[in-house]
């Protein structure tokens, strides 16, 4: 099996951005970016968590893996080439982390994946009030909003939202994600504006095929 | 010298085999409350961890995890457990929780991280605005002018670029087929560059409105332009003319 994952992980450790952007721009000459984000990087990230788990990393080594990989996904972002104008859809999406949240990595992950898809994406990073980001979706206007949480210490905070994002007016689609998403059951917050979205191939598919029938609007 | 059990200002407990606290420390239930069981005060995702590695058969251990936000803490608060086994039943564990620096740290890179993010979603927006103006001066290039009832006039203004092109694309089209306009003059005078792939786009918005009956005409071309339209090879049914004067006489003189 491909130990890719790993290796990342360890250069992510050892704060070796170059070499990590390096590894990261070779694979995508062999894989697809969706490959590259679900199979590598994500694992990598779990991987690491593991790790510490074994007692082997601290958690000041899971910040500095985490910076890492920021700047590599930064790094293929600016280096990727844009989505012409022309070919843009007219989607509008706005991603944001919760508030006190400090998980952010998956999410830039799928601010990528929206732009790759031809989506115009707002990414306001982790850790945004409420307000902020209400200020910011009045102006937008976006058709999706993905919010994101790691903890399980955010679901109430998840509830409000929703429930506040619920009464815009031009009804968008509400995306929750997250490690919250694929650990937890969420299926309560379900319904026809909002969707819980469990990891990035789940969104990939939603892209593909859209909601899946789980989401029957008549039962 | 004797031996001081248990009076240092830090959260200490003793626990048996099954996590139960048999005793804690005062500090303990000033900072962290009264349990009943250890793993009560950890974060779930800690859990897993301490599970693994606080049992008889790892008789001393020191490692990290995170308590549930207590106090004023909203968030997971990274601390040291250092276990010890006395026997195989009882175990004593003190909880140091992280230094106050690293987790400034922490929170300046956080501030630095989201500046930046600042900064970047600013110059989203910039840019996103210079688009839409590059794109309201595509439009605003290539204006159909109906010079008769039959005869109309496209001055086409700077750069040829695929981008403009396809922008002016449709409403050409759709402009051609209202009136009885059957006659479209290209006016080049203001063009700058005809680039590669723009001129391309140009071509096939020619021959489609030829296909819909217009005759066009290209006018004014330049010399250092007449490389490129040569190479590009328009259709040959297009009409050339010096000058938008001698266009318009001949065309709009009834």
């Given at each position: 099996m491909d130990r890719h994952h790993e290796h990342l992980a360890h250069l992510f450790l050892n704060g070796d951005e170059e070499e990590a952007v390096e590894y990261t721009k070779q694979l995508l000459n062999k894989y697809p970016r969706a490959y590259l984000y679900e199979d590598i990087l994500t694992p990598a990230m779990y991987y690491i968590g593991e790790l510490w788990e074994k007692n082997e990393i601290s958690v000041a080594d899971e910040h500095l893996a985490t910076a890492i990989c920021d700047f590599v996904l930064s790094k293929l972002d600016a280096d990727s080439s844009v989505v012409k104008r022309r070919n843009q859809k007219k989607y509008k999406v706005i991603l944001f982390g919760v508030e006190e949240e400090q998980h952010y990595i998956g999410l830039k992950m799928v601010a990528d994946t929206f732009k790759d898809q031809g989506w115009r994406v707002r990414y306001l990073g982790p850790d945004l009030s409420i307000e902020h980001s209400l200020v910011q979706i009045e102006k937008y206007r976006p058709d999706v909003i993905g919010i994101s949480a790691a903890l399980s210490y955010r679901l109430s905070t998840i509830k409000k939202l929703i429930e506040r994002f619920r009464h815009l007016e031009w009804q968008p689609l509400i995306m929750v994600g997250g490690r919250m998403a694929s650990q937890f059951d969420l299926g309560a917050f379900e319904s026809k504006q909002v969707m819980v979205v469990r990891d990035l191939g789940h969104l990939h598919q939603w892209f593909k095929e859209g909601r899946d029938e789980a989401i029957n609007e008549t039962s | 010298m004797k031996r001081v059990e248990r009076s240092f200002p830090l959260p200490h407990f003793t626990i048996n085999k099954n996590f139960m606290i048999q005793t804690h420390s005062e500090e303990s239930e000033k900072k962290l409350g009264v349990r009943e069981h250890l793993l009560d005060f950890f974060d779930e995702e800690s859990v897993v961890k301490i599970r693994k590695w606080v049992?008889?058969?790892?008789?001393k251990v020191t490692l990290e995890a995170h308590l549930k936000p207590y106090g004023e803490k909203n968030a997971p608060v990274p601390c040291d457990l250092h276990v010890k086994w006395d026997n195989d039943l009882h175990a004593e564990v003190l909880i140091l929780t992280k230094d106050e620096q690293m987790e400034k740290v922490t929170k300046t890179m956080d501030q630095l991280r989201s500046r930046l993010n600042d900064t970047n979603f600013q110059l989203l927006e910039e840019k996103e605005k210079l688009e839409e103006a590059i794109q309201h001066a595509n439009h605003l290039s290539a204006p159909f002018i109906s010079l008769t009832s039959n005869t109309a006039l496209v001055p086409l203004f700077g750069d040829i670029t695929e981008e403009k092109m396809y922008t002016v694309e449709s409403q050409l089209l759709h402009s051609s087929q209202q009136g009885d306009i059957d006659q479209i003059l290209f006016d080049f005078t203001a063009v700058g560059t005809l680039e590669r792939e723009g001129a391309q786009v140009l071509k096939n918005i020619m021959t489609s409105l030829n296909y819909m009956g217009s005759h066009i005409s290209i006018v004014g071309v330049r010399p250092e332009q007449v490389k490129n339209i040569q190479a590009m090879q328009f259709p040959p049914q297009i009409q050339y003319i010096n000058t938008l004067q001698q266009a318009i006489k001949k065309y709009c003189s009834e």
């Open positions: - | 049992t008889p058969e790892v008789q």
